[in-house]
């Protein structure tokens, strides 16, 4: 069955878009993260070396990237137990205006603090 | 299709999302707590060693990731590429395993001593 473009005005098909792709990215970056945090293994020193390169602007901005996929990947995926197991209520239909603030809230939060 | 196969990851798929939402939130509390001020490994590592309850927690984690990824690329991998199948299936068991083998690793790395 082909799906029909008329769907892809709607933002449900957005949220859609943005939970897969922000799955496969994270997905991607696991082995990456595993990878990082294993160099502890060889003491306190080569994680450092690691860090000092974190240090960078354009690596704090990917992680911030990185930490809004994280955020919306959540609140996206609350979104869809909540209506998945939930009886269909009006309210649901904010679900997606609020996965939005609060994705955008965690990336305000780590851009203050962290980047 | 095998319709309880489907069933069973579909399953697994909700139930790993469930705890994993409870764990990305306290790991997103944890980043943005942590990196205040910057990170070093030091610093990093004065915490974790030897804190068994943070220990499981990030291990139980590592598990359930290891669970929720794979079958999300399975269903990539279905709708966006037509790929599937018992070979398509097999892989993404090995690549699970992999996951959780990788990232247990790394959780021995930072929290035993």
Redo the contacts between chains.
């Keep these: 069955m082909k799906n029909d473009w008329r769907g892809r005005q709607h933002p449900g098909f957005w949220a859609f878009v943005v939970h897969r792709l922000s799955g496969l990215l994270l997905t991607l970056f696991l082995p990456w993260h595993f990878w990082v945090l294993g160099k502890a293994l060889n003491g306190s020193a080569a994680l450092d070396g690691f860090l000092r390169w974190t240090d960078q602007p354009l690596v704090k901005w990917s992680e911030l990237a990185l930490v809004l996929l994280l955020a919306a990947h959540l609140t996206g995926g609350v979104r869809l137990l909540l209506l998945e197991f939930l009886d269909w209520r009006e309210w649901q239909k904010a679900l997606l205006a609020v996965a939005t603030v609060a994705t955008l809230a965690v990336g305000v939060a780590f851009g203050l603090y962290v980047v | 299709m095998n319709a309880r196969l489907e069933a069973r990851l579909w399953v697994a798929q909700?139930i790993s999302?469930?705890a994993?939402?409870l764990f990305?939130?306290i790991?997103?509390a944890t980043?943005?707590y942590a990196?205040?001020g910057?990170?070093?490994?030091?610093e990093?590592?004065s915490r974790t060693r030897g804190n068994a309850p943070l220990a499981a927690f990030y291990a139980l984690f590592v598990v359930s990731?290891s669970v929720h990824?794979p079958i999300?690329?399975r269903?990539?991998l279905d709708e966006w590429f037509a790929l599937r199948g018992r070979l398509v299936d097999w892989l993404l068991l090995v690549a699970g395993l992999a996951?959780a083998a990788?990232?247990l690793?790394?959780?021995?790395?930072?929290f035993a001593g």
Excluded: P, T, Y
Aim: without cysteine; glycine residues 12%; charged residues 10%.
């Design positions: 909700r999302a469930m994993l939402g990305v939130l790991h997103l980043i943005v990196m205040r910057g990170l070093s490994a030091a990093v590592l990731v990824a999300g690329l269903a990539i996951l990788w990232g690793r790394a959780v021995a790395a930072v």
